[in-house]
Structure formats: structure tokens, C-alpha cells
């Protein structure tokens, strides 16, 4: 990343776009052409997906099994769609078959869900739901948490639409949205009746940037060019590493901390089966305090996050993520709770 800036239109820096959008095909298991990095958080890499595939009147199926499926109820309905709440008690899945019926009774044109809920560190079982729901809809998956870390597999589980982050299990600073597109999805983007709700996201204008047509570019906006490097070398060592012994080794640390953590009076969130190696969520013990995560900060220079919604002030959420996901780390940790509690 502190390699010197190019133009964002110079014909390296266009190379390293290809060679970026060829790994991410990669990385998604996908021969998606539409596939690139959005100049946004993993945030904007939800805005996009939603916006692009609403229409203002389209019904949508969402599952919520946490905040982050119901942020994706909130990004739906602005961009004007009539959403049906499919809901799951916070830990665990959103039932497949619940979904598929919200689907027909509803005549849902969208589906969208959650793989990895990092509000809980629960797995969403996005595998099933294709074959649950038919063939017509559009299924759009949030992979921000997943993808680098546990399998996600876009062709093979028929997913339309998906999004990730780079801060996650890609170990990349934070602010691009790996996002691809499925020739589906590109038709619905083609015969939507409606502009896209957002300039900046819409997909057929940054399918204009991003895609080599006869070696021309049309401007759309300038990317973050070290953002882009940064993700450009990440995917790099993902692939290097490959994916079958990545996800691997984030199975391994993930069940090194749960047991561990399980000895010292820890309650997982995430039911049995379903749960995340790369995000573990866990009620504290009881007598213990919210506080102890500032101890962890200034004494240890460890990290760790606090619970989201319901679980805020009584829940942990720790990150065992790309690079980070090792034994040691969790071991560190571990060390340290035992000095402090």
C-alpha cells in the first residue's frame, strides 16, 4: 500500500484492476464477469447489492437472525422495496424452509440473507436455500464475514448477488466491498423499470469502469488506489496460501478458543453447528464485567468486541480472522483473561 499512487486510469493501475477482479473470481468461486471491489466499507457493498436489485415496488424476503440482517431490512425499504421479515431468535439460523414459504406466499422477487451474522457469530446455512426457494428469485448474500474464512461457494449455491468486506478474514485495511454480479442478476439490473436508486452504486455504470471493453475505461469515479493495491496483494496471499487450507486453518483457531474459552465459564451465543471459527460471540461468565475488555486493551494491547444490540454490555465478539486466525492469538488471549480474571 505505500507502493507510489498511479493514475487511476493508468494502464498499470488498470492491469492490477484486472488481475484484482481475476482473484476475487477466485476467491468467490465464481466465473461471474461482473465481479470487482465497490469504493465503500462493507456497508456500501450491501447498499450496492440492495439498490441494485430493487425495483420500487419489488418484494423482498429478508432473514434476520441479528443486526446485520436487519440492517439489510433498513437498506431494503429505502431503496423502496416491500420487505417480509423472515426472523430467527438471535444465535440461531433463520429457518430454510420458512424462508422458501415467506417466498411463495409473498411472490417474493428477492431473497436476501446473512451467511456469517457477526452480531451473534452464527453461520447461516445459505447452501439449502436455493434449492428451497426456485429458481426465480434473486439471492443476494452478505459474505462480509465469510468470505476468506469459511467456504463460499457463489456458483455452486446459486447466489445472485454477493458482497463482502476486506477488513475481515482477507486481512486488508478496511474500505473496499468485494461484490459480483451473476449474468441473472445482470439481466434483472438490465431490465429493471427504473433508474438505481444510487448514482455511485450503480452497477451497469461501474461495469462500464471496471470491465476491459476494447481496452477502454469510462470514467465513473477515481478508485482508492491503495486501497486497491492493498486488496490486489491480500488476494494474493490468500490464493498463495489456497482456500481448502485457509479455511482450514480458521476451522482449527476457531475451535482452540471456543473449547477454551468454554473452560473458563464462557456461554457460546451461536447454537451447535452453526457456529463461526472465525467469530466466536460469548456471554461472559457470571461476577464477570464489560470492563475487563479495557483491561485486555491497555494491559495486553488485545482487542476484543463488545456485544451488538441485545447483547451489548453482556456479550463478546472475538475475531480469529485471515492472518490472525492462529492458535497463538487465541492463546494470547486466553493468557490474558487468566491474568485478569
Same mark, same amino acid.
Given at each position: 500500500m505505500g507502493k507510489p499512487v498511479l493514475g487511476h486510469l493508468d494502464p498499470e493501475f488498470i492491469s492490477i484492476m484486472d488481475e484484482t477482479s481475476a482473484a476475487l473470481r477466485e476467491v468467490f468461486q465464481t466465473t461471474n464477469q461482473l465481479t470487482f471491489p465497490v !469504493?465503500?466499507?462493507? !456497508?456500501?457493498?450491501?447498499?450496492?447489492?440492495?439498490?441494485?436489485?430493487?425495483? &420500487?415496488?419489488?418484494?423482498?424476503?429478508?432473514?434476520? @437472525?441479528?443486526?446485520?440482517?436487519?440492517?439489510?431490512?433498513?437498506?431494503?425499504?429505502?431503496?423502496?422495496?416491500?420487505?417480509? *421479515?423472515?426472523?430467527?431468535p438471535w444465535g440461531m439460523p433463520v429457518p430454510t424452509e420458512k424462508v422458501a414459504e415467506a417466498v411463495r406466499r409473498r411472490g417474493a422477487k428477492i431473497v436476501a440473507i446473512v451467511h456469517a451474522e457477526t452480531s451473534t457469530g452464527m453461520r447461516q446455512p445459505v447452501d439449502e436455500i436455493r434449492r428451497a426457494i426456485g429458481d426465480d428469485p434473486i439471492l443476494i448474500v452478505d459474505a462480509v464475514t465469510s468470505l476468506g474464512g469459511i467456504e463460499v461457494d457463489v456458483d455452486s449455491w446459486g447466489i445472485d448477488v454477493c458482497f463482502s468486506g476486506t477488513q475481515k478474514c482477507l486481512s486488508v485495511p478496511p474500505g473496499l466491498a468485494p461484490i459480483t454480479f451473476s449474468p441473472r442478476a445482470e439481466w434483472k439490473l438490465e431490465t429493471r423499470a427504473t433508474p438505481v436508486q444510487s448514482w455511485y452504486f450503480d452497477a451497469r455504470l461501474l461495469r462500464s469502469y471496471w470491465e476491459d471493453v476494447?481496452?477502454?475505461? @469510462?470514467?465513473?469515479?477515481?478508485? &482508492?488506489? !491503495?486501497?486497491?493495491?492493498?486488496?490486489? *496483494?491480500?488476494l494474493r496471499l490468500v490464493l498463495q496460501e489456497g482456500l481448502d487450507a485457509r479455511w482450514a486453518r480458521h476451522h482449527d483457531a476457531g475451535r482452540f478458543l471456543r473449547n477454551a474459552l468454554l473452560e473458563r465459564d464462557f456461554e457460546l451465543i451461536a447454537a451447535d453447528g452453526y457456529r463461526l471459527p472465525q467469530l466466536t460471540a460469548v456471554r461472559l461468565p457470571k461476577g464477570s464485567d464489560d470492563s475487563l475488555r479495557g483491561d485486555l486493551l491497555r494491559e495486553f494491547d488485545i482487542e476484543v468486541g463488545g456485544g451488538l444490540g441485545e447483547f451489548a454490555g453482556v456479550a463478546w465478539r472475538i475475531g480469529l480472522m485471515g492472518l490472525g486466525a492462529r492458535r497463538q492469538h487465541a492463546l494470547r488471549l486466553i493468557q490474558a483473561l487468566d491474568a485478569l480474571m
Open positions: !469504493s465503500g466499507t462493507g !456497508s456500501a457493498g450491501a447498499e450496492a447489492a440492495l439498490v441494485n436489485m430493487i425495483d &420500487p415496488g419489488d418484494r423482498i424476503v429478508v432473514g434476520v @437472525a441479528g443486526v446485520f440482517g436487519a440492517r439489510l431490512v433498513e437498506m431494503a425499504r429505502r431503496a423502496g422495496g416491500i420487505v417480509t *421479515e423472515v426472523t430467527a476494447e481496452h477502454r475505461r @469510462a470514467y465513473h469515479h477515481t478508485a &482508492p488506489i !491503495s486501497m486497491v493495491y492493498g486488496l490486489h *496483494e491480500g
